[in-house]
């Protein structure tokens, strides 16, 4: 089955830099990959995706890179801000109907003001 | 809220008790699934059901038991052999053919 591995852990970045969290998965037929955010107590919710036949997506001060080749991809956030402070995590699935994710182990994302 | 909805938000068990963790949405979303978040370890897959009647086993199965009788409820039972059952509890859906799920608000199971 597919493993998605994401990193780093935890990250803390001055507000108003850039963060950038790295996940990378096993399986090839992958071709799916949501982002979540989870704020503290809160639900995941799907801030980005990106499907395979793209490369790269952007939405305000979010993007999502993929990289097919390697099997990995990126979030880049610009601009940090206090209210980006959550846990982000990575995913992964095929294509085939409602699939289920697999879920990288989360990365605690701290903007310090 | 969020048309999925997870009852309760907080929930204890003693040793050896079966509970259940409710989970209802109101979204028409065909597939629907259990998650257990631990921290560090991000969120692991114990069942999902794509459609009514008819579901599979996730990652870490072993110890729970659900079933899908109605296409609005996926239920989730933690049964006295789940080892380790303390934990949290999230439910989601989705569209067939629309990846992004909706997520409940979560159940936290504590043993005492």
């Known amino acids: 089955g597919e493993n998605v591995e994401q990193h780093p852990s935890t990250l803390s970045v001055q507000e108003g830099d850039s963060a950038v969290i790295k996940c990378t998965y096993s399986?090839?037929?992958?071709?799916?990959f949501p982002w979540y955010k989870q704020e503290l107590g809160k639900r995941p919710q799907l801030i980005i995706d990106?499907?395979?036949?793209?490369g790269e997506k952007k939405d305000q001060r979010i993007a999502v890179t993929l990289n097919k080749t390697a099997k990995h991809f990126s979030l880049h956030i610009t601009e940090t801000q206090p209210e980006d402070s959550a846990v982000y995590f990575c995913?992964?699935?095929?294509?085939?109907?409602?699939?289920?994710?697999?879920f990288g182990t989360g990365t605690r994302l701290t903007i310090i003001p | 809220d969020g048309g999925i909805t997870q009852s309760p938000k907080y929930l204890f068990r003693k040793e050896g008790q079966n509970v259940t963790l409710s989970c209802e949405q109101n979204?028409?979303?065909?597939?629907m699934y259990w998650y257990r978040q631990d921290p560090g370890q991000g969120l692991r897959l114990i069942y999902y059901?794509?459609?009514?009647?008819?579901?599979q086993k996730g990652d870490i199965a072993e110890g729970y038991s659900v079933s899908r009788e109605k296409k609005e409820s996926f239920p989730l039972t933690v049964t006295s052999a789940q080892k380790n059952p303390t934990a949290f509890y999230l439910c989601?859906?989705?569209?067939?053919?629309?990846?992004?799920?909706?997520f409940g608000s979560g159940t936290r199971l504590t043993v005492v």
């Open positions: 399986d090839s037929a992958s071709n799916y």
């Open positions: 979204l028409n979303h065909d597939a």
């Open positions: 059901s794509q459609i009514v009647n008819d579901f």
């Open positions: 990106i499907r395979s036949n793209v």
């Open positions: 989601a859906s989705s569209l067939a053919g629309n990846y992004g799920y909706t």
């Open positions: 995913a992964a699935t095929q294509n085939f109907g409602n699939e289920k994710l697999t």
